[in-house]
């Protein structure tokens, strides 16, 4: 990689100050690159006589009533070319002429803000929920630095964003874990596009940590309680949502999936009526026989909506806001969500088959060591009771 030379140069078109002494001569800033070759020179707008230029120090002597004001323009302007010189050479790349034209008119080019590129490289066709969460990613990097120039995305400024999420946003361990695998998707994406070096990224070095996430779940007497909750038809919309979170928990259903199930997703079966449906998070289809499942408890509550959709479209937010009331009526301490009503059903698979692969493929989990949590956690459920238990 070469070097770039940025200095200053007094009166290069020689003016003859012995025909014309009161002439002034221009200051310019001389850049010189040998590969790829820039050789330029820029304009600063400063000119002066030559007895105010201190030739030794390349800059405009102490007899200028100006020359601190004007010698700060002269070291900002060649510092500016310097850092974007090594902003360039952090990415893997030299500076063009191109890009130095660029870059004095003010212009930012690709190459520089890691922030303008990761807004553009939002993806307009992925899922609304992922597609927030990059854009949550991009605000909360826009809230800790205004502008994050690719040569800034160091090692140190990561460490310094994780402390930030932290301490200051008071973020959970998972939800920082998200942000890093975001910022680390985008640079992997800036390496493709040939914008940025793949040895540069501090993520190869910066280790990410995550927690196992809580998988809080319903008792078979706290599930009972809210079974038995009697709605009445004053409450048509608390019937459905406890409708649709008991479906959930009979069938494992995440929210996203029980509020976009279709007729079509329901077929005939040997079995009885089945739900064949491609999950949000999951590349292939997953099969719910309905009658098998809670004694068929699922299958009664499909049975009593026919629309398309199958139930009555809501949003999470408001369906949160009647789960609080559900959970009062039904006495249980808990903060109810779509997310237990899943857990549920996994955490009671778990106690009843110690099956993980029965459980990975009726969750549409991707990896055996998701389904073996619900496992895990069943057996540790198993000896707590066991130390409990007085045998003689």
């Known amino acids: 990689m070469s070097l770039i030379t940025v200095k200053t140069i007094y009166n290069r078109r020689r003016v003859d100050f012995k025909e014309n002494p009161d002439a002034l001569a221009t200051i310019e800033i001389h850049v010189y690159q040998t590969n790829p070759r820039i050789r330029k ?13 201190n030739v030794a120090a390349g800059n405009v002597s102490g007899k200028h009533p100006q020359a601190p004001h004007l010698n700060k323009i002269l070291r900002d ?13 952090a990415t893997g790349k030299e500076m063009t002429e191109q890009m130095l034209n660029d870059h004095l008119n003010g212009i930012k080019t690709k ?11 939002i993806d307009p066709t992925l899922k ?12 909360m990097l826009k809230e800790f630095r205004n502008e994050v120039l690719f040569a800034e995305v160091t090692y140190s400024f990561v460490q310094e964003f994780d402390r930030f999420m932290r301490f200051e946003k008071k973020l959970k361990l998972n939800t920082i874990y998200k942000h890093h695998q975001h910022i680390n998707r985008f640079l992997k994406l800036a390496v493709r596009k040939d914008l940025y070096s793949e040895k540069n990224n501090p993520y190869n070095d910066f280790k990410r940590k995550k927690e196992l996430s809580d998988r809080t779940s ?18 048509p919309e608390l019937a459905q949502i406890k ?6 928990c009979y069938t494992g259903l995440r929210f996203s999936d029980v509020t976009t199930l279709e007729r079509s997703h329901v077929l005939n079966s040997s079995e009885g009526l089945c739900i064949v449906k491609k999950m949000e998070k999951v590349p292939k289809p997953i099969t719910l026989p309905l009658a098998l499942l809670f004694d068929g408890k699922p299958l009664e509550i499909i049975k009593k909506y026919n629309g398309n959709p199958v139930f009555p479209k809501v949003t999470n937010q408001h369906a949160n806001r009647l789960l609080k009331v559900i959970a009062t009526i039904a006495k249980t301490p808990m903060r109810l969500t779509f997310h237990i009503a899943r857990h549920t059903f996994g955490s009671m698979l778990a106690d009843t088959t110690q099956n993980p692969y029965l459980i ?14 619900y496992i895990h956690r069943s057996q540790e ?5 066991l130390r409990g238990v007085k045998w003689f």
């Open 360 to 373: 990975m493929d009726l969750m549409g989990h991707a990896d055996i060591k998701t389904s073996m949590i």
């Open 243 to 248: 409708d649709m979170f008991l479906f959930s």
């Open 128 to 139: 609304r929920g992922t597609r927030k969460e990059h854009i949550y990613t991009y605000n």
């Open 77 to 89: 302007t060649m510092q500016g070319i310097e850092d974007f010189a090594y902003s360039q050479r």
């Open 41 to 53: 020179y820029i304009s600063t707008g400063i000119s002066i006589p030559p007895n105010m230029w």
């Open 381 to 385: 459920r198993i000896n707590r009771q």
């Open 218 to 235: 319903l008792t078979l007497d706290e599930l009972k309680r809210i079974e038995d909750i009697e709605t009445g038809t004053a409450y």
């Open 111 to 121: 190459y520089e803000s890691f922030l303008d590129f990761f807004a553009n490289e």
